[in-house]
């Protein structure tokens, strides 16, 4: 309804979600379906590596805890009893809460990124995890009808990175103002001067991968 009623007219479109979920993959070629379409996203590649992890999560073994348990003397079999129920219902509860999170952590993922990327992020490693995902949404932007995508990552006062802001453009002067306007925000940024250097870094070798 938004892109009939839009038409041919340029649109600039803010997705602004908590975290990874709320990005829609397949929202994003009907938004860059017009010849001067924008899009400006935030896209927390630290989220999309923590949902992750919930996927390779382990579940508790409930012999093993008991085991535990058990070799710890106790005088009173009652006891002893009591205390192994209450330990396998326990771990029964946080695997059934640990399927759950999977199911959703999957949910949120495969619809921000598809499902053939989360494979992809199955076979990187841990450490490389953050940038492969930027990587993935920046080349999902291309392939739903992006000609020029700019990522800046968004660090903390004490230089942490904290997400990523990614604009994708059709069009080469959106491009340019985009660029002007975060060098713009560089100048007024109250960060502190290293953490500007960083980002400052950060940018050029983005500029340079765009």
């Known amino acids: 309804d938004v892109m009939t009623e839009v038409g041919e007219e340029p649109a600039l ?4 979600p908590f975290g990874v979920e709320g990005l829609l993959s397949q929202l994003l070629p009907p938004a860059l379906s017009g010849p001067h379409n924008e899009i400006f996203a935030l896209f927390s590649d630290i989220g999309a590596v923590r949902l992750h992890a919930v996927l390779a999560a382990s579940e508790r073994d409930a012999d093993r805890e ?38 959703a952590a999957r ?3 495969s ?5 053939e990327r989360v494979r992809e992020l199955d076979s990187t490693p841990p450490h490389l995890r953050d940038a492969k995902a930027v990587e993935m949404y920046i080349r999902l932007l291309v392939e739903s009808g992006s000609r020029f995508v700019l990522p800046l990552r968004i660090r903390d006062e004490s230089g942490n990175p904290k997400y990523h802001l990614v604009h994708a453009s059709k069009s080469a002067s959106g491009f340019q103002a985009m660029k002007e306007a975060m060098h713009s925000a560089f100048g007024k940024s109250t960060l502190p001067d290293d953490v500007l250097r960083k980002m400052s870094f950060d940018k050029r070798l983005q500029f340079s991968r765009s």
């Open 13 to 16: 479109f803010f997705l602004d």
């Open 66 to 103: 008991v085991m535990k348990v058990l070799l710890q003397r106790n005088l009173f079999v009652e006891e002893e009893t009591r205390t192994e129920e209450e330990k396998r219902a326990a771990v029964a509860r946080s695997t059934a809460s640990l399927q759950a999170t999977k199911v």
């Open 107 to 109: 949910r949120i993922l």
């Open 111 to 115: 619809g921000a990124l598809g499902p």
